[in-house]
């Protein structure tokens, strides 16, 4: 079995789905998002797919597919769902897989208290987390760092994803002593073609 990494970020629309789609084309790596809420129409295992260039990459099956964009815990009540930590089972792959998750750190699956920080140890080895700059990004990064290192994940880097703010980057670098895995900026060709050129700059720092 391959190395399992669980890319997170410090919020939503952080571009989560996008950073996974560079860190797959990156390793060549499976894909798995357990767990999508809405646009179901347009599922973020479908864009990462369609997206990536090379035919190693596999795609595994959402274990849960809601029908709203809302909190899956929320969301899983409307579809009359309840979800269970013990639901989820890691695809059975001998690649690396990358696991998207949901939201940050903090989102709720189910009202008994587990978080989607809850199901990341069971499903992954290591966590990559994407930031991105905004008013506030410097306290929602550390306070994910920090909640992710007090239950002793281990943290494989950070991606800022987005237009770079070096003032911004350094701080969070600093306090956090954590490797920029990559600095992704704004997309500005071809989306195909520029996953392919990030992932190769992305790739030494991933092995």
């Known amino acids: 079995m391959g190395n399992k990494i669980f890319v997170t970020g410090i919020g939503t629309e952080i571009g989560k789905t996008f950073c996974s789609a560079i860190v797959c084309e990156a390793l060549h790596a499976d894909y798995w998002k357990p767990l999508?809420?809405?646009?179901?129409?347009?599922?973020?295992?479908?864009?990462?797919?369609?997206?990536?260039?090379?035919?190693?990459?596999?795609?595994h099956t959402e274990r849960f597919l809601l029908s709203e964009p809302m909190s899956p815990h929320a969301a899983a009540k409307l579809d009359d769902i309840e979800i269970e930590l013990s639901d989820f089972k890691v695809p059975e792959?001998?690649?690396?897989?990358?696991?998207?998750?949901?939201?940050?750190?903090?989102?709720?699956?189910?009202?008994?208290?587990?978080?989607?920080?809850?199901?990341?140890?069971?499903?992954?080895?290591?966590?990559?987390?994407?930031?991105?700059?905004?008013?506030?990004?410097?306290?929602h990064t550390l306070m994910s760092v920090d909640i992710l290192r007090q239950r002793k994940i281990p943290i494989k880097g950070i991606?800022?994803?987005?237009?770079?703010?070096q003032d911004t980057e350094d701080v969070i670098l600093q306090y956090t002593g954590l490797q920029c895995l990559a600095k992704i900026p704004m997309a500005d060709s071809d989306i195909k073609e520029f996953v392919k050129e990030q992932a190769a700059i992305l790739r030494p720092n991933l092995i």
């Open 36 to 59: 999508q809420a809405g646009e179901l129409d347009d599922l973020d295992s479908l864009w990462v797919r369609d997206f990536i260039s090379n035919a190693e990459s596999k795609f």
């Open 93 to 139: 792959t001998s690649n690396d897989l990358i696991i998207e998750g949901a939201g940050g750190l903090m989102v709720p699956l189910n009202d008994k208290g587990d978080m989607i920080i809850d199901l990341i140890p069971l499903v992954a080895d290591e966590v990559i987390l994407v930031s991105m700059n905004y008013l506030g990004s410097i306290n």
């Open 159 to 165: 991606i800022f994803n987005g237009d770079s703010n």
